[in-house]
């Protein structure tokens, strides 16, 4: 099993026991003649409201030679996952799923801080070993 894989399991795992429904693992998409596949897709209805949350969530786990090519890559990625969310599932948010570690080791940065607030990431941080979302940044 890859990291990659053992990643996106943690994730679910931890959207499970924080209540979520996964509806979609992948989500597929397709915008014209561009298909694409986010890892997971979620639900949790919300208690005493008529609507409910729907996300998207992209798994990343930043284990090449450099976190600022992958961070390259996957902000694109996101910023084009987004876009197509627009269209396709308008009423679902778009979170990146990161460890903790690479949160705390790179996602720190000024710099990546400062493009992540440029862009509105929205982060859900996890720890793969306990299965366990830590927080959601919006």
């Excluded at 959207?15 to 693992?25: A, I, N, P, R, S």
């Excluded at 005493?48 to 090449?64: L, Q, S, T």
């Excluded at 990146?96 to 992540?116: G, H, P």
Aim: proline share 2%; aromatic share 12%; net charge neutral.
């Amino acid at each position: 099993m890859s990291a990659k894989d053992i990643f996106h399991d943690a994730v679910r795992s931890a959207l499970e026991k924080d209540g979520w429904l996964v509806t979609h693992d992948p989500l597929f998409m397709r915008v014209g003649d561009v298909n694409f596949q986010i890892d997971l897709g979620a639900e949790k209805i919300i208690a005493a409201e008529k609507d409910n949350r729907k996300i998207a969530v992209e798994v990343k786990y930043f284990v090449g030679k450099s976190e600022v090519k992958e961070f390259h890559l996957t902000l694109g990625q996101i910023l084009n996952y987004r876009s197509a969310l627009r269209k396709i599932h308008p009423n679902r948010i778009l979170y990146l799923a990161i460890t903790f570690e690479v949160y705390d080791s790179f996602f720190r940065r000024e710099f990546v801080q400062d493009v992540v607030a440029e862009h509105q990431l929205k982060l859900l941080i996890f720890e793969p070993n306990k299965e366990e979302i830590i927080t959601w940044k919006n």
